[in-house]
């Protein structure tokens, strides 16, 4: 796990010429109330956490544990957090939707969201009761950027009479302009369920535009696109899949569905990140490689260590603004809090409750792999 090491526990410079840990500024120490409370976590994190680091880490874990339960607070971590946050104080853990799930459900009075501002902005709207605070308020995301609720007014104008699914990577605003949401754990579904819905053999589904080209893959409904891309998953190629391929022979790939449709057509097996996590889990292949953001395949392999992971590592700089430090600041001082004006909330409700109201999935659904794209309106 890349971070900056800060010196702790066996370093001999003395604390009087050394600069303080973060914790340490903080006024949190390792020390034996710390020592006793979470130590034994550190296996779970021994691959990516040196002994020399984990002075550093451990107070924090102990201070973020003791501030949950006095608050009342859980802690929804997605499946890109680092593996300190994933593995140390994350309650429930998970992709886009079971997150969302979990936020609708959970009795917990504060949520913590260790993800991005559009998952936190989804756990606010299902749960208005509750306090939601997001740690660093910086942390966006390029799909979410890519559109406005505007954009979806102009397109709803352009289309009249044609359903508008948003995939949940956007904002209130634009969530509220939509008929109905979808993560990459239901896009299909959502996108048949939607045409059947309302007549129709056209749907639009915004706001990424490869999401959008490998749903069309996987259904008869035409799809019309909208030009957002990830970042991280826009990076790789299908001649990055030959290039790993040949270097690592026998090596499954498994790609999320927001990369480039070439991507899928030479992956294994494509899916939501929690799907590439059950895939790994239930299979156990020798060698993986997971196509996706860099973090995911720390918090899997450390889950299931007899497989060996290629690991070429795409970071999402939004994902990577949510640490351990700014946890416990927003857990300390109850920050930073997500408020969305009402009327905006309801509506955008709407769409994700008629997503969630769907039959759940009995099994993670996987995308087609090994097809050509097919053509898509881009608009
Ligand atoms: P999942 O819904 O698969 O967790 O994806 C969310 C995301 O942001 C992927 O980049
Ligand atoms: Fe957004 Fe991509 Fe980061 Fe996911 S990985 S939060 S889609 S920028």
Redesign the pocket.
């Known amino acids: 796990m890349a971070r900056i090491i800060e010196f702790g526990q066996g370093c001999d410079i003395p604390a009087a010429r050394r600069r303080p840990t973060a914790a340490e500024a903080r006024g949190l120490a390792y020390d034996a109330e710390v020592k006793a409370a979470v130590d034994h976590l550190y296996p779970k994190v021994k691959e990516f956490v040196t002994p020399m680091e984990w002075p550093a880490i451990a107070p924090f874990v102990h201070a973020i544990n003791m501030l949950k339960k006095q608050r009342g607070a859980v802690i929804l971590a997605?499946?890109?957090m680092t593996p300190d946050v994933f593995a140390l104080v994350g309650d429930f853990r998970?992709?886009?939707?079971?997150?969302a799930r979990e936020a609708a459900r959970t009795d917990a009075k504060i949520i913590v969201q260790a993800?991005?501002h559009?998952?936190a902005e989804t756990s606010k709207i299902l749960s208005p009761d509750k306090v939601v605070l997001i740690p660093d308020l910086r942390a966006g995301?390029s799909?979410a950027a890519s559109v406005t609720g505007a954009d979806v007014r102009l397109i709803r104008s352009k289309y009249p009479g044609l359903p508008i699914v948003t995939y949940?990577?956007t904002t209130a605003d634009v969530k509220a302009e939509c008929d109905i949401t979808c993560?990459?754990?239901n896009a299909v579904q959502v996108v048949e369920h939607v045409a059947k819905k309302w007549g129709v053999d056209r749907v639009i589904l915004i706001p990424d535009e490869f999401l959008a080209k490998n749903v069309a893959a996987n259904t008869h409904i035409e799809i019309i696109a909208w030009k957002g891309r990830?970042e991280?998953?826009e990076k790789f190629s299908g001649e990055d899949v030959r290039q790993i391929r040949d270097a690592h022979p026998g090596v499954i790939v498994l790609a999320?569905?927001?990369c480039p449709p070439d991507v899928l057509e030479e992956a294994d097996f494509a899916?939501?990140?929690?799907?590439?996590a059950h895939y790994v889990k239930e299979n156990g292949p020798k060698k993986v490689v997971l196509l996706?953001?860099c973090s995911m395949s720390d918090n899997v392999a450390a889950e299931n260590p007899g497989v060996e992971f290629v690991k070429p590592c795409n970071l999402?700089p939004h994902?990577k603004r949510i640490s351990l430090e700014n946890i416990y600041d927003a857990l300390l001082d109850m920050k930073h809090v997500v408020e969305i004006p009402e009327d905006i909330r309801v509506r955008a409700k709407a769409a994700i409750d008629a997503m969630l109201a769907l039959p759940k999935p009995t099994s993670f659904p996987k995308f087609r792999i090994g097809d050509p794209a097919v053509p898509v309106e881009v608009i």
């Open positions: 997605h499946n890109y998970g992709d886009s939707l079971q997150l993800g991005v559009f998952m995301c799909l949940v990577n993560t990459s754990s990830c991280v998953h999320h569905p927001e899916g939501s990140t929690s799907a590439l996706t953001e999402c994902m």
